[in-house]
């Protein structure tokens, strides 16, 4: 796999399509590796006539880990995204990004709009008071530290897939096992628990962007599940209210993943915004 680096932070990334075709960026959200953008995603994305690009956000998978007590914000991941596409050779991309990666997107239109050809924030919201209020459920799945995989990998394997189960889209489930396989596969890939207590962090000191989204020119769609009980519905409506021009895409029976059912319905939001481009 190539690497980008960014200062002192080497971010590990993949890349599907034509080299000279235009390029998509996909940002994964808290926690989460680049593989939640799974290969037959991303080739079917590719073949819609793009180069598609997804990595390992800093503090996860197999970019660099920070250590207990260093922080660093969302400008610098959002600078992270620019990294790659530097490493890539792509001077502007389409940017998307689901839940903290919608908010890693936003963030890299803010400080980077030269590189940005449009942007699809998904499941995502502005950082605004109450757009971030999971329901009690919802909110434990972040809060609740997951039994240790090194004493009991089994139980470690069950609240993963009940915590996928949680915050999931009620009219989307996952096929039968297909939860569990991820788990089993993400914790052999690289297993960094601490990564989403920093990450958190870098959500929380960014702040509300209403404003800052309010200035931007870029062509922009939100996608958002009318039942995601992690990222509520307000996050996104509130998203779409303060980009100029965007468009806010719901959909019934959704809630916070990207359950293969809705895999068309992701390209779909991301070509959208980039045929407005």
């Given at each position: 796999m190539p690497r980008a680096q960014n200062g002192s932070v080497e971010l590990e990334y993949e890349t599907f399509g034509a080299e000279a075709a235009p390029a998509?960026?996909?940002?994964?959200?808290?926690?989460?590796?680049?593989?939640?953008?799974?290969?037959?995603?991303?080739?079917?994305?590719?073949a819609r006539g793009y180069r598609v690009?997804?990595?390992?956000?800093?503090?996860?998978?197999?970019?660099?880990?920070?250590k207990p007590g260093?922080?660093?914000?969302?400008?610098?991941m959002a600078a992270d995204v620019v990294a790659v596409l530097d490493a890539a050779g792509a001077a502007k991309a389409h940017v998307a990004g689901v839940s903290m990666g919608g908010m890693i997107a936003q963030a890299v239109a803010i400080d980077h709009p030269g590189r940005v050809l449009s942007m699809t924030s998904i499941m995502s919201a502005t950082g605004a008071p109450g757009t971030l209020d999971p329901t009690p459920e919802a909110g434990a799945v972040l809060t609740v530290a997951p039994p240790d995989p090194a004493?009991?990998?089994?139980a470690f394997l069950a609240n993963a897939v009940k915590n996928s189960e949680i915050i999931g889209s009620p009219?989307?489930?996952?096929?039968p096992g297909a939860l569990r396989q991820r788990a089993v596969d993400e914790?052999?890939?690289?297993?960094n628990p601490t990564g989403s207590v920093r990450q958190m962090g870098a959500i929380r000191g960014d702040g509300d962007r209403t404003e800052r989204l309010g200035k931007l020119k870029v062509p922009a769609v939100v996608l958002h599940g009318a039942d995601?009980?992690?990222?509520r519905l307000v996050g996104g409506e509130a998203t779409a209210a303060a980009i100029p021009?965007?468009?806010?895409?719901?959909?019934?029976?959704?809630?916070?993943?990207?359950?293969?059912?809705?895999?068309?319905?992701?390209?779909?939001?991301?070509?959208?915004?980039?045929?407005?481009?």
């Open positions: 998509v960026v996909v940002i994964s959200g808290l926690g989460s590796q680049m593989t939640r953008w799974p290969v037959d995603f991303c080739e079917k994305l590719a690009i997804r990595m390992d956000n800093r503090d996860t998978g197999l970019s660099t880990w920070f260093e922080t660093y914000s969302l400008s610098d004493a009991d990998y089994e009219s989307y489930p996952w096929p914790h052999a890939r690289a297993f995601d009980p992690l990222v021009g965007a468009e806010l895409r719901v959909v019934p029976g959704m809630g916070h993943d990207l359950p293969p059912a809705l895999h068309d319905t992701f390209i779909d939001a991301i070509l959208a915004a980039a045929a407005r481009a």
